[in-house]
């Protein structure tokens, strides 16, 4: 694999080599606030405008890309499809279209019932897979292995279903960040991305297993937390001071 040059931009990953460049975003979780609110919860209805926003800022920083790739849980309930994951998965595909020349979506554990929704976005150019390889990098959700993202050629995976987090502060006061995790895997590149939906910031993993189907050193991984649109190198994961 030629030189593949990266870039964190929110909550998303450019990959760029080749003269091609793909967007890689994960754990959009389009559903949620309908299930809090069935569960009870006073979750309100602004999830998905934030998310569109969100990405409308990406796209005004690194312009068209020639593929996007979901990196899994497009949708959140794990049985059947909501009123509002229906809505919100084809109006973002649809979105989607005009910022790329290709969709790929791979399943992540929440997507089990996935296809039909896709039957509803139209004539789109889009692919769902469970994992994708494209130019020696390897689109994965994370709760599954596969022994074809063992191949030598592949020498980067981006993985989602993580959602990685961060506490940073000091002993005054404390907050969890969304962030990246970078770091090393039988002789690969690995990057765990964070999660894109906004109610929640996700998992600290001194804390908490990350719930991957691999054992990675995480502690020696390299935190770059979430800031805007950019990404501040806080080291490894490891040597940070852990919330009390």
């Not at 760029?16 to 389009?30: C, I, P, Q, T």
């Not at 509002?84 to 109006?91: M, Q």
Request: charged fraction near 30%.
């Amino acid at each position: 694999m030629k030189s593949v040059k990266i870039r964190y931009v929110g909550k998303a990953l450019l990959v760029e080599e080749n003269g091609k460049r793909v967007l890689a975003l994960g754990d959009l979780h389009f559903g949620f606030g309908e299930a809090m609110r069935e569960g009870g919860y006073l979750v309100d209805g602004q999830m998905y405008n934030e998310i569109i926003e969100n990405v409308e800022r990406i796209f005004e920083r690194v312009g068209r890309v020639d593929e996007i790739v979901l990196v899994g849980d497009l949708k959140h309930v794990f049985g059947g499809i909501l009123k509002e994951e229906w809505g919100n998965i084809v109006n973002f595909i649809r979105f989607l279209k005009e910022k790329c020349d290709k969709i790929v979506v791979v399943k992540g554990n929440h997507d089990v019932a996935l296809g039909g929704i896709m039957k509803m976005v139209g004539k789109i150019n889009i692919e769902v897979v469970d994992y994708y390889i494209a130019r020696g990098v390897c689109y994965i959700h994370g709760n599954r292995d596969f022994k074809e993202i063992y191949n030598e050629k592949i020498k980067m995976w981006v993985i989602g279903h993580g959602h990685p987090a961060v506490w940073v502060g000091d002993k005054i006061r404390k907050e969890k960040y969304k962030c990246f995790l970078a770091g090393r895997y039988c002789g690969r590149e690995i990057i765990i991305l964070p999660s894109f939906f906004p109610f929640s910031e996700g998992t600290d993993a001194r804390e908490q297993e990350l719930g991957l189907a691999w054992e990675f050193e995480v502690r020696k991984f390299k935190v770059l937390v979430v800031d805007g649109l950019d990404a501040m190198d806080f080291g490894e994961l490891g040597k940070m001071e852990k919330k009390e």
